[in-house]
């Protein structure tokens, strides 16, 4: 396990001077906890395994090293050769991570070439993209598969594989397509792993992928401080959830908010009521064409919508900056994804709220998400919303089914599900 107490200076890391200058034009000072402990690892050639919250640093911890290495070896061509491989497991993050490694390139007087290979539109354009290779290529599994049956690239040449959001990357959701992906890489490559979290039967997956990996610990798996994340939980009855939401907004006058659903339909609903109340809101899910999803997230991030209504299509790595507030209107399945959800808030030292709606019927499921996050927050009742609904009486106390006592095994079966990251492809 690697020491990442100590923070040092990029220079002080191994980056070349030429990285050094390129991280002070993009007005990084000083590196954070897990990029001291991955930018070294990177350098020397090592298989990373990384666990760090969400807003640490870690995109940047892996494409300041990753560009360094890549630029003091441009020579090394071969036909349609992908030299480095970013797998990330939304459009919107692989967006965001061409975006970074594009921001860093233009301070650069030879910057690499990057590529994005991600679903949604035409593939032509990234076809043509690809024409005599690419530097990085940073991609959906799906897309990237399309892409290689169009014979558009070729993986045989990549040299370091990076799985971003990796805890998502191998969850059964994405299994198959992973391992095609996999048999197409060369046997001897570097593997770097980066997630906030990595439940348990992801780590035995993430550690029959590395060899001798250096491992980065950063308050893995564990919630945001409180002192910049104020996390709530209202009990509220479903039907009067979105009046809720329209109270708190009008209340607090948050400049925009982030709210959190669990189906498409649900998002598109609650943002059409929102829309209809005089809210600038719009939805975002895995249903909507890639051009939509893009000006949605691009029109929230200018403030031009107030409210964004997301699956978790919204969870993972995005970085929506000064976002005071992230509603889960409905709670997600997993705990694991309560973390990612509420980590949109309060980044990059900025403080924020997280509100919990919390249902007569997922009032167990809120108390699992509690116990494994090892939080207890008080259940507020707001004046006027006062649920009245009572828990359905097909579930006991625990969440099962009425009258029907649950075995040992059937308990752990159920507390693994909760914590499955394998979710609906985005």
Known sequence: MTDVS????????GLSPLLVRAARALELEQPTPVQVGVIPAVLRGDDVWASAQTGSGKTLAFVLPLYDVLAATRGQRSPLPVRALVLAPTRELAAQILQVIEDLGQQLAAPLKACLAAGGVSINPQMMALRGGADIVVATPGRLLDLVEHNALRLGSVATLVLDEADRMLSLGFADELARVLALLPARRQN??????????????AARLLTRPTRIDVDAGQLPA???????????????????????????GWSHVLVFVSSGARADHVAIKLTRAGIAAAPLHGGLSQGTRAQALADFKAQRLRVLVATDVAARGLDIEQLPAVVNYELPRSSNDYLHRIGRTGRAGESGVAISFVVADDRAHWQLIEKRHRLRLAREQLPGFEPTDVPSPTRDAHGGVKGKRKSKKDKQRELAAADDPARDKP
């Open 6 to 13: 100590a923070t040092p200076t990029f220079a002080a890391l």
């Open 192 to 205: 770097l792993l980066l997630s906030a979290t990595f439940p348990p039967a992801v780590q035995e997956l």
């Open 226 to 252: 409180a002192a910049l994340i104020a996390q709530r939980a209202i009990l509220v009855d479903a039907g009067k959830r979105t009046m809720l939401l329209r109270h708190l907004l009008e209340v607090h």
